[in-house]
């Protein structure tokens, strides 16, 4: 059974790349993870920008375990990609180590959903921390970042963008990274 959820950037900005920076790596992740997205929107200088995005539906009540816990674990890494994508834009990578006291970082409501997910799985030492990990390992390889920077300056450039446009511009993008 499928979700909608719509992701939307955290806090108003008029700083259209981040923005779209944010969008992009949540919506490639999403995408990398399986799940169907199905609009990007980056409007307004920034102010307005979300993903729509069908993933799993999880258990509503109690701790998370099995298939729960392995798409709740996709869940987070979609929702912390974009905070990591927008981090990386102004540097080249991202260079934040995550860390839970931070109140910056609560502010994020990406923050909120991956610490209210992780707090539901019924496992042993805490998930944030390495799914924050993977997400970076994954998101800064050459042909993703391509990737995800495709997708955030065509985003710019045109505001909106359907889930076939955006799989298209990552996948032309990958495949022009692995010929340079």
Same mark, same amino acid.
């Given at each position: 059974?499928?979700?909608?959820?719509?992701?939307?950037?955290?806090?108003?900005?008029?700083?259209?790349?981040?923005?779209?920076?944010?969008?992009?790596?949540?919506?490639?992740?999403?995408?990398?993870?399986? *799940?169907?997205? /199905?609009?990007?929107?980056?409007?307004?200088?920034?102010?307005?920008?979300?993903?729509?995005?069908? $993933?799993?539906?999880?258990?509503?009540?109690?701790?998370?375990?099995?298939?729960?816990?392995?798409?709740? $674990?996709?869940?987070? !890494?979609?929702?912390?990609?974009?905070?990591?994508?927008?981090?990386?834009?102004? *540097?080249?990578?991202?260079?934040?180590?995550?860390?839970?006291?931070?109140?910056?970082? *609560?502010?994020?409501?990406?923050?909120? !959903?991956?610490?209210?997910?992780?707090? !539901?799985?019924?496992?042993?030492?805490?998930?944030?921390?390495?799914?924050?990990?993977?997400?970076?390992?994954?998101?800064?390889?050459?042909? $993703?970042?391509?990737?995800?920077?495709?997708?955030?300056?065509?985003?710019? !450039?045109?505001?909106?963008?359907?889930? /076939?446009?955006?799989?298209?511009?990552?996948?032309?993008?990958?495949?022009?990274?692995?010929?340079?």
């Amino acid at each position: 059974m499928m979700e909608f959820t719509r992701y939307a950037f955290p806090y108003p900005t008029r700083n259209l790349e981040r923005a779209a920076f944010f969008i992009a790596g949540q919506a490639f992740v999403a995408r990398s993870e399986g *799940f169907g997205v /199905t609009r990007a929107v980056v409007v307004n200088d920034g102010r307005e920008a979300w993903i729509d995005v069908d $993933h799993p539906r999880l258990s509503a009540d109690g701790p998370l375990r099995g298939y729960d816990t392995i798409n709740a $674990h996709k869940i987070i !890494r979609a929702s912390l990609a974009g905070l990591a994508a927008q981090d990386a834009w102004g *540097f080249g990578r991202c260079c934040r180590r995550f860390i839970f006291c931070d109140k910056t970082d *609560f502010a994020e409501a990406a923050i909120w !959903r991956a610490i209210s997910l992780a707090g !539901r799985i019924d496992a042993g030492p805490p998930v944030l921390p390495p799914l924050w990990q993977e997400v970076q390992e994954y998101l800064f390889t050459d042909e $993703h970042w391509a990737a995800v920077s495709a997708v955030a300056e065509t985003l710019i !450039r045109d505001g909106e963008l359907s889930g /076939t446009e955006i799989a298209e511009i990552a996948n032309t993008a990958i495949l022009r990274s692995w010929h340079q």
